[in-house]
């Protein structure tokens, strides 16, 4: 043997070191001819794949749209958009370690956001270290806009607004039956996550702000998906609104064990409807009646230059990609995210990075996915949560009423 | 706390639909344990990828329920089914690992449950799915009771099933021989039992028996490529609690952990349920080590 053990392991990191100045070298790839580089580590694998698939088509669409028609037009010049992806397999630690490598070896200096909160939180604190700015589209935790972050921009409503507007909603019905709304009384169910917590701290500020009654807190275990005491203890309390959160698990819980008990709420929301698919699993007659809060949908009368409206988004995503019967929010506001790119360099009109998210923290633009204008802490203030009813086996738009393209239908009328 | 004492002293319609409900729940749990402890108690070997088969199982009433066959009759399916798999999986892995200590087992077990969920995920996606066998539900007592017929029919599965393994245990030949491999394993090869066989047989049981609960765990709740670990773990509790060569003990201990967790999620919130049921095990075992105390200075 020509070298020991402790010889070769000197040499490997001699090599990698050699490597790593090679990748450094690439490093001012950030724009590559006539072509602006993206980067994002998205979940192509493991549990958030299907999601993580919607978010990267919203991507892809947004790319060839912008390149189709006119491309990123920088201090004269035009350039297309190109994003590198990495899969993260559904896992923080690899999605920071993606996220380390796509700056440091790939040069990116333009990030686009993973899939979901945890991936985001895994992520924001790697590109906050190197000063790259993040639009991301998926993370609506409020932790991640409590941490100070400079460089991370949100085009999504944060998560403690999901479930509020139901509540606005139930005093809104109230005062229009002659009651007070201090008199409504709620009954709660929430996984104990962090997301599903954080929708319950928007329900609570608001149950507060009205002055009503919380009769049920349960916080249900992240393991098993059992309700049934939960919704015993509803039917002894006979709450006036039933909210729930807990991701598609809790969603397909909720929708099943109301119907097996008969639950006669006049009002319930939850989160997920549409991701559980409990209209088509548990039918239309079981699930009337249950609002379900979405970031999106296409009947709003959003529009911007390049997509037209939301509708017009809608049929142009279903031509691009087969299989999708609806298009989920994930994929238009991963598209909102690339358009907030495009926007960005556009008036920045430079690829200096801290021109470029000064650029993006003065962002105030309309989209097909709503306007988009962000505050101090980088969340998107300009767009409400949209609350969606299920009236014979369709989700119709009913609050804001700004925006409805239904009447609520209070009590719900649920046959089991 | 109190109030929702209150709530049940009130009404106690109510008290009896909850221990209705953990019963249920229960019954499944009892299924899954019982497997464990027997392939614990014969092989020695702790099977981490229990819960993992309850998805399968419950993969295959979906695919049933998808294909417009009401998925109760998955049941036997999923049993046979998963019988043959146990015994695929047996030869290919266990049987490599049944001699060895506990942690190459442990690790073996691991592996295969990382592997049976990446799989199920890359053939289903990891969507919450249910199977729905339509039977509704009947009330009882103002509607304050209520008793869905799935359930039921569950209860009344897993109660078969756990008969008919005990039966099978006491009076087959091959029942026999699985007790007499659990007691010594050297003797029983002695004697002329094909422990070899004996293990085999086991262990296909055991996926079988889970394949069957997965059935019904898709009829009452979801399933979820990577929800396997749910019941690997209850099933642990349920063994260590009950004790390991106490058969009719983990029956006994399944059901009193469904109970204890419906009662407790109501009368604490549903967040201290699962903390309820663990520190029972603890006080279980805290007294059981008291007992033993004793008979060590008996013996000294």
Redo the contacts between chains.
């Keep these: 043997m020509f070298f020991s053990r402790k010889d070769a392991r000197v040499l490997t990191s001699a090599v990698a070191g050699l490597a790593a100045l090679g990748f450094a070298s690439a490093a001012s790839a950030k724009v590559d001819g006539d072509t602006i580089i993206l980067g994002s580590a998205i979940s192509l ?6 999601n993580g698939i919607h978010a990267q088509n919203g991507y892809e669409l947004a790319v060839k749209m912008i390149n189709e028609n006119g491309g990123v037009k920088v201090d004269g010049k035009t350039y297309k958009l190109k994003v590198v992806y990495y899969d993260d397999e559904s896992t923080p630690a690899r999605g920071a370690q993606l996220a380390e490598r796509l700056i440091n070896q790939d040069g990116v200096k333009y990030m686009l956001g993973p899939y979901s909160s945890g991936l985001t939180k895994a992520i924001a604190p790697v590109t906050e270290k190197y000063k790259i700015p993040m639009v991301e589209a998926e993370g609506a935790s409020r932790s991640l806009f409590t941490q100070g972050y400079r460089y991370m921009f949100a085009v999504l409503s944060t998560s403690e607004q999901y479930l509020a507007s139901s509540i606005a909603l139930a005093a809104e019905i109230a005062k229009g039956n002659g009651k007070d709304p201090s008199d409504v009384k709620i009954a709660m ?1 929430f996984e ?1 996550d962090p997301f599903s917590l954080d929708v319950r701290a928007g329900v609570v500020d608001d149950a507060k702000k009205y002055g009503m009654k919380i009769v049920i ?5 992240r ?8 919704l ?2 509803t ?3 006979k709450p006036d609104l039933l909210v729930v959160s807990g991701h ?2 809790g969603a ?2 909720a929708a ?1 064990q109301i119907a ?3 639950i006669e709420t006049p009002m319930v929301a939850m989160t997920h409807c549409e ?3 409990i209209i088509s ?2 039918g239309a007659g079981a699930t009337e009646g249950i609002l379900c809060p979405t970031q999106w949908s296409e009947t709003l009368s959003y529009k911007d230059d390049l997509f037209g409206t939301a509708a017009d988004y809608d049929a142009l995503f279903k031509k691009t990609y087969d299989g999708y019967k609806n298009v989920p929010y994930q994929a238009a506001q991963a598209t909102a995210a690339v358009m907030v790119w495009k926007d960005a360099f556009e008036r920045a009109n430079s690829f200096d990075t801290e021109k470029l998210r000064d650029a993006l923290a003065a962002t105030d633009m309309s989209t097909f996915y709503g306007n988009i204008k962000f505050s101090e802490a980088g969340n998107n203030i300009a767009k409400p949560m949209v609350l969606r009813q299920i009236q014979d086996g369709e989700l119709k738009v009913v609050a804001p009423t700004k925006w409805a393209s239904s009447e609520v239908r209070y009590p719900r009328k649920p046959s ?1 | 706390m109190l109030d ?1 004492l209150q ?1 049940l002293i009130a ?1 106690p319609a ?1 008290a009896a ?2 221990l209705i ?1 953990g019963v249920f ?1 229960g019954a499944i749990f009892a299924l899954v344990a019982y497997g464990l402890a027997l392939v614990w108690g014969v092989m020695n070997v702790k099977n981490l990828c229990q819960g993992d088969y309850v998805i399968v199982g419950g993969y295959i009433a979906y695919l049933m329920a998808q294909s417009g066959i009401n998925p109760i009759l998955a049941l036997p399916i999923a049993f046979v089914l998963m019988f043959m798999f146990g015994w695929v999986v047996y030869l290919a892995v266990i049987r490599r690992v049944v001699d060895r200590d506990m942690f190459t087992s442990l690790l073996a077990t691991f592996g295969l449950a990382l592997l049976i969920a990446q799989v199920l ?1 890359l053939i289903f ?4 799915r ?1 199977a ?1 066998a339509g039977f509704g ?1 009947f ?1 009882m007592a103002d ?2 009771i ?1 008793i ?1 017929w799935v359930r039921l029919i569950s209860l009344g599965l897993a109660g078969a099933l756990a008969l008919g393994i005990v039966l099978f245990m006491r009076h087959s030949r091959m029942g026999r021989a699985i007790r007499a491999t659990a007691q010594d394993p050297r003797a029983a090869r002695v004697l002329g039992v094909n422990t070899d066989q004996v293990y085999a047989f086991t262990y296909a049981l055991n996926a079988a028996i889970c394949g069957a609960a997965g059935v019904l765990v898709s009829l009452i ?2 399933i ?4 396997g ?2 019941y690997s ?1 209850r099933a642990f509790v349920i063994v260590t609690a009950a004790g390991l060569g106490n058969l009719p003990g983990v029956i006994l201990a399944g059901f009193g952990l469904g109970v204890a ?3 407790s ?2 009368l604490l ?3 201290f ?2 903390a309820a049921v663990v520190s029972m095990l603890l006080i279980v075992l805290i007294y059981r080590q008291i007992q033993l105390y004793r008979v060590r200075q008996v013996v000294r």
């Design positions: 694998t493991g549990k958030y794949s299907t169910a104990n807190d349960d916080k249900l275990p393991d098993l998906s059992d309700m049934t005491a939960t015993t203890k039917k002894a309390l598609s698990k397909a819980t099943r097996e008990l008969r991701a559980a698919k699993q548990f089991y | 929702n709530i009404a109510l639909d909850l409900q729940i995920n996606g990891p969507e919450v249910t729905e539900t009330f509607g304050l209520a869905q709740w979801v979820q490529p990577y929800f670990i749910v773990i967790e419906n009662m999620a109501f919130g549903a967040e349920a699962v």
